[in-house]
């Protein structure tokens, strides 16, 4: 038989073909021989009715793939650790777990305990411009020759010199606070020093109580120990108009702004240091903040930070009694009671309206003694 091509059509020589073969020389099984890829593709349907499989092609087999939960790396992730309903949402059905789970779940927010010394700081520097402010306002005042007042020395002691720089020393240093603050704690700034003004009024009974007991405190420190006859601010009082003033000063714009600086601001700033040392010193956990994420101080730091609170208290309002001793006490003592009534309660306003009941109540005395601040040589 000749391999060579034929000219005339151009096709190879066709091959006989044998029994048993096709046209391409394979071999035909008999009708009666299984076929092996049906063979394969029973076993193949047996074992997926047993059990899932991976099949990569119709003749292979993978064993089925045992249970697999998944488990977070708590220790190479410790803010996982911190979020429960983080760690935990892989235990949802994949149906009911978020798409784009990623971006659904909440951030890691570090806890600050706010006020905090820093914040101090950066109120004084707030009521420094505050004071230059009001400084700028005398000084107008001064060359304007306002209610006749042309000296530094009358002005200290003209009542709306001195009444109104107070004023816009406070505006300005709160008006700054409710500007810079709400940036840096991202919550409002009454919610920032706890005013919570509701819970004051719900206690108004108690509040006004702890003021009377103040007041009476007020009337035994004249008799044990009275202050100076001619002090500062009785020189104030007699002047023309001044103790109705300073009767509306003392239970409004008084009360609210030293309540802020002192039970707002330096009160919580101070419990929250004594904490932080304690815990960098023995190496105590840290105590979380509360559900209003506001701190939690223990009662060693807060019994050391009205202490610590009250000396100043008393020493700014010093200079108005002659800096004697009876008045000085008696401070401490009304400054501790505001600080207890502002920890007790964790609200600003129950020491503002506590503040201003008893100043209400040594006016609304004086106004009586007086006969309307008519007679005040009888102080």
Not at 113 to 137: C, E, K
Not at 255 to 283: N, Q, Y
Not at 357 to 364: A, E, K, P, R
Request: charged share 15%; hydrophobic share 45%.
């Amino acid at each position: 038989m000749s391999n060579s091509i034929d000219p005339e059509n151009d096709l190879p020589p066709q091959r006989p073909v044998e029994p048993g073969e096709d046209h391409d020389g394979h071999p035909v099984p008999d009708a009666d021989s299984p076929n092996p890829l049906e063979e394969a593709f029973r076993e193949e349907t047996k074992r997926e009715q047993t059990g899932p499989v991976i099949s990569l092609s119709p003749l292979s087999y993978v064993a089925p793939l045992p249970d697999f939960e998944f488990q977070p790396d708590l220790d190479a992730r410790p803010d996982l650790a911190a979020q429960p309903d983080i760690a935990l949402q892989t235990d949802l059905p994949i149906e009911d777990q978020p798409m784009f789970q990623s971006w659904t779940q909440p951030e890691f927010r570090r806890e600050v305990r706010i006020p905090h010394m820093g914040h101090v700081a950066i109120l004084a520097v707030f009521a420094f411009f505050g004071l230059m402010g009001a400084t700028l306002a005398v000084r107008w005042g001064l060359k304007a020759h306002l209610y006749g007042v042309t000296t530094m020395q009358q002005a200290i002691t003209d009542i709306h010199f001195t009444l109104g720089s107070e004023v816009i020393l406070y505006l300005l240093t709160f008006a700054a606070c409710l500007i810079f603050f709400p940036m840096i704690w991202q919550k409002g700034f009454f919610a920032g020093i706890q005013w919570n003004g509701a819970t004051a009024l719900h206690l108004r009974q108690r509040l006004f109580i702890t003021a009377a007991i103040c007041f009476a405190l007020a009337l035994i420190n004249g008799l044990l120990l009275p202050g100076p006859s001619d002090a500062p601010i009785d020189k104030i009082f007699r002047a023309p108009g001044a103790a109705w003033l300073l009767f509306a000063f003392g239970v409004t714009f008084a009360p609210f702004f030293e309540e802020m600086v002192f039970r707002g601001f330096l009160l919580p700033a101070l419990c929250t240091a004594c904490d932080w040392i304690h815990e960098k010193t023995s190496g105590v956990p840290v105590r979380p903040l509360d559900e209003t994420d506001q701190p939690r101080w223990s009662i060693p730091a807060m019994v050391i930070g009205s202490i610590l609170t009250s000396v100043p208290f008393a020493g700014m309002h010093a200079a108005q009694t002659g800096y004697s001793l009876g008045p000085f006490i008696l401070l401490i003592g009304v400054s501790l009671a505001l600080c207890w009534a502002r920890l007790s309660t964790r609200s600003l306003a129950a020491s503002v309206m506590v503040h201003a009941s008893y100043n209400f109540l040594l006016f609304f005395l004086m106004a009586i003694g007086t006969e309307g601040f008519k007679h005040l040589d009888k102080m």
